[in-house]
Nanobody, 119 residues
Framework: VQLVESGGGLVQPGGSLRLSCVASGNVYGANTMAWYRQAPGQQRELVAS???????KYVDAVKGRFTISRDNAKNAVYLQMNNLQPEDTAVYYC??????????????WGQGTQVTVSS
């Protein structure tokens, strides 16, 4: 199984980006999927998560600016990021609880995508 991310880049403060992550390979389905980020010299932190039934959670720093969503048919998760600020600069990682069968789950990470917010 691979989690393939896309959508990162350079954006000015106040701008927007949409990250995508698609699980491919031996995928029966997915339980909770999430986005993490890691800034230079800092620990990786959970940004947002979404359950299979689309219940969501966000870190306080992004509430009201970021929206996580998913498409279960595509085994995909998205992160819409609005009003981006320099402190959002980080490598963003997709994380998925991937089902290989109804009763077998394994956790996977994407390779990371760089988001840089700078004028």
């Amino acid at each position: 199984v691979q989690l393939v991310e896309s959508g990162g880049g350079l954006v000015q403060p106040g701008g927007s980006l949409r990250l995508s992550c698609v699980a491919s390979g031996n995928v029966y389905g997915a339980n909770t999927m999430a986005w993490y980020r890691q800034a230079p010299g800092q620990q990786r932190e959970l940004v947002a998560s979404i359950t299979k039934t689309s219940s969501t959670k966000y870190v306080d720093a992004v509430k009201g600016r970021f929206t996580i969503s998913r498409d279960n048919a595509k085994n995909a998760v998205y992160l819409q990021m609005n009003n981006l600020q320099p402190e959002d600069t980080a490598v963003y990682y997709c994380h998925g609880e991937i089902l290989h069968s109804p009763n077998y789950e394994y956790e996977y990470w994407g390779q990371g995508t760089q988001v840089t917010v700078s004028s």
